[in-house]
């Protein structure tokens, strides 16, 4: 199972992608002015290993586990 969860560790590509998206949906303005791509952008990658998160300005954006990524509000 651990050998798993370290395989199936999102990606900052993933991660980048599902902030990206998420942004989107929440709004069609911030979807038109790229906010989306611009916060996927200024992101910095960490990982744990088994986990992994993004952060932004020292407040955690994204957090990922076995291949799921999930935005904070």
Do not use: C, W
């Not at 395989?7 to 998206?21: C, D, Q, V």
């Not at 910095?44 to 020292?58: A, F, Q, R």
Request: charged content about 15%; aromatic content about 6%.
């Amino acid at each position: 199972m651990l050998a798993l969860a370290f395989a199936l560790n999102p990606s900052p590509e993933k991660h980048r992608a599902r902030i990206t998206e998420a942004i989107g949906e929440r709004s069609q303005l911030q979807r038109v002015l790229g906010i989306g791509h611009l916060t996927s952008f200024a992101s910095t990658y960490h990982s744990l290993g088994v986990v992994s998160y993004t952060t932004v300005n020292e407040k955690v954006t994204s957090v990922g586990v076995m291949g799921m990524v999930f935005v904070a509000d």
